[in-house]
């Protein structure tokens, strides 16, 4: 074994734990991902990257807080040094994917939820990265306390980003008329 290398033996104990938490949090992994990158390609390393992280970091894990928020705190601080990691090289995103409308509905209804859709990424893609992680993580149906645990601040804070992120993104999709 490598110096300074901790190896984890694998049990079936925490691989069970570990696939169980994939399954469990996969899509809500996958959301905060493409929230924070438009990069089809640079998505798909950061999730492998946060499971990566999650499964060094399973051996921690107390319990003195919730596996979703436990995953939640991964995802954050990976998706962070992500972003942290792109900034620096300065590299422009490629255009973000397009949803798949719904198939079951109307041609016209389906192109007005999708613009609506794009609208409203568009704008929280535009937030600052503190808005939008609480933002993203509400829309995930974490509570304020939840939201506080990932991000480690304090749900006062949480309140405030999460009422400063709902006038911004209020102004940008519905401005004011101009009189």
Avoid at 79 to 87: L, P, T
Avoid at 111 to 128: K, T
Avoid at 143 to 171: C, F, M, P, Q, Y
Wanted: proline share 5%.
């Amino acid at each position: 074994m490598m110096e300074g290398v901790v190896d984890t033996p694998m049990t079936a104990e925490r691989e069970s734990q570990y696939l169980r938490l994939i399954e469990a949090h996969d899509a809500t992994v996958r959301r905060l991902v493409a929230s924070v990158e438009r990069d089809h390609g640079r998505r798909q390393d950061l999730g492998q990257d946060i499971w990566l992280a999650l499964w060094q970091a399973l051996p921690s894990f107390r319990g003195d807080c919730s596996e979703r928020t436990f995953v939640l705190r991964i995802a954050h601080n990976r998706a962070v040094s992500h972003i942290q990691h792109w900034k620096r090289r300065a590299t422009e995103p490629l255009e973000p994917d397009t949803p798949l409308p719904d198939r079951g509905a109307s041609p016209e209804r389906a192109a007005g939820d999708q613009q609506r859709q794009a609208h409203l990424q568009a704008a929280v893609a535009a937030l600052p990265l503190g808005l939008k992680q609480a933002v993203v993580l509400m829309l995930e149906g974490l509570s304020h306390r939840e939201i506080a645990d990932v991000l480690g601040i304090t749900e006062n804070t949480v309140a405030v980003r999460l009422s400063r992120a709902r006038a911004t993104l209020t102004e940008r999709l519905h401005p004011r008329e101009v009189r």
